[in-house]
């Protein structure tokens, strides 16, 4: 799973920026449409691995082994990804299982605030000692919409939300914890 291999069936266009009014950025999402999917508690435990992200996220809504590839650039960031939803239990387990067999680049505890809008997904996110950031992912599935309208929709949501190019990142939550 690379960027310049096929797709895939999971294609996401991500920007990742830092917020420090998420109830203004809620108002704004609520105003536009977008629907709330519940506030989660996670734990996402980051694994070494030679190339892209592996990890186990542990929720009271999202569970899943996610494998992702993007750059660590600001703006828009086209990812590929590889997610196998699981079951509370399963993921506890799947974590145990690499944790025996590989290092722990580092553990993200969060509470997580999701709302969709169509096929975008919004995270308003309260990372533990890290801060409060707002995150877009415009999602593709079995390659719809392309790779172009994904970074349009995100460019837009952007744009809705007044995020201001100096606050956008790139890094995962776990490279900002300098892991």
């Given at each position: ?7 895939g ?13 998420l ?24 694994f ?13 809504i999202e ?14 960031r086209?990812?590929a ?5 699981l079951?509370?239990a ?26 969709f ?28 919409p ?21 606050d ?12």
């Open positions: 799973m690379k960027l310049d291999d096929d797709q069936d999971r294609f996401n266009a991500e920007i990742k920026a830092r917020c420090s009014r109830d203004v950025a809620r108002e704004i999402l609520l105003t536009n449409g977008a629907v709330p999917h519940g506030t989660d508690r996670q734990t996402d435990t980051y070494v691995v030679p190339r892209g992200c592996l990890k186990v996220r542990e929720g009271t569970n899943a082994l996610i494998a992702y590839d993007r750059p660590v650039n600001p703006g828009v086209p990812a990804v590889v997610l196998t939803p079951s509370p399963e993921a506890a387990g799947v974590r145990e299982v690499l944790e025996a067999a590989l290092p722990v680049r580092a553990r993200i505890l969060k509470t997580r605030e999701i709302l809008a169509g096929n975008v997904k919004f995270h308003l996110d309260r990372v533990d000692g890290l801060g409060t950031f707002l995150e877009i992912e415009a999602q593709s599935r079995a390659g719809r392309a790779r172009e309208a994904l970074e349009a929709q995100a460019e837009e949501w952007r744009a809705r939300l007044g995020l201001d190019a100096r956008l990142l790139g890094p995962s939550y776990s490279e900002l914890t300098g892991a």
